[in-house]
């Protein structure tokens, strides 16, 4: 059984960046494809991106290009969300997720807030 | 990239009642790839359907996924309380990304 934990909430000021981290128990990182999420308040679900295993890379939205970058670290089996040149657009709540290998985002973390306000 | 237009916005029903949700996508998305969530407030997402047709672990056998090519369908066949919640379509896999559709919200009548 996968469980992803989040870190807390975060409040940023427009033009800073932001990093969520998301720790990963019961499985290595390794062993899994992680992915990144984020839904405004009252809005729908946005992928940002992750990893892809057929060409072992991580690949990302169009939109967030530029902006974002995942990472991982294997040692402490914890992956990283940083985003930068944070707008208030930006203000969601981010999850971490991994993709299923029978398909699918079968386990999420709880979620991270940020509020990018001045 | 795959745009994802999910109908109704709002599917107003009784417990009971059968609620059929559709995911319409902008060009053809391979049924290998293409998932259903359901989200209730202040939770994340769980995963409902894979594989356009696949339950996943622990979902009741009343929720069914169908259709190939560009058009999909979540069927619930009687709904319970606890099934009134936001669903989401989605497709997935390698360079395809995780495009989500926006939504159905299923509400209480």
């Known amino acids: 059984q996968v469980q992803l934990v989040q870190s807390g909430a975060e409040v940023k000021k427009p033009g800073a960046s932001v990093k969520v981290s998301c720790k990963v128990s019961g499985y290595t990182l390794t062993e899994l494809s992680m992915h990144w999420v984020r839904q405004a308040p009252g809005k729908g679900l946005e992928w940002m991106g992750g990893?892809?295993?057929?060409?072992?890379?991580?690949i990302y939205a169009q939109k967030f290009q530029g902006r974002v970058t995942m990472t991982e670290d294997t040692s402490t089996d914890t992956a990283y969300m940083e985003l930068s040149s944070l707008r208030s657009e930006d203000t969601a709540v981010y999850y971490c997720?991994?993709?299923?290998?029978?398909?699918?985002?079968?386990?999420w973390g709880q979620g991270t807030l940020v509020t990018v306000s001045s | 990239e795959i745009v994802l237009t999910q109908s109704p916005g709002t599917l107003s029903l009784s417990p009971g009642e059968r609620a059929t949700l559709s995911c319409r996508a902008s060009?053809?998305?391979?049924?290998?790839?293409l998932a259903w969530y359901q989200q209730k407030p202040g939770q994340a997402p769980r995963l409902l359907i894979y594989?356009?047709?696949s339950r996943a672990t622990g979902i009741p056998d009343r929720f069914s996924g169908s259709g190939s090519g560009t058009d999909f369908t979540l069927t619930i066949s009687r709904l319970e309380p606890e099934d009134f919640a936001v669903y989401y379509c989605?497709?997935?896999?390698?360079?395809?990304?995780?495009?989500f559709g926006q939504g159905t919200k299923v509400e209480i009548k």
């Open positions: 060009q053809s998305v391979s049924s290998s790839y």
């Open positions: 990893f892809d295993p057929e060409d072992g890379e991580t």
């Open positions: 594989g356009a047709s």
């Open positions: 989605q497709q997935y896999g390698s360079s395809r990304g995780g495009t």
């Open positions: 997720a991994t993709e299923g290998v029978a398909g699918g985002f079968d386990y």
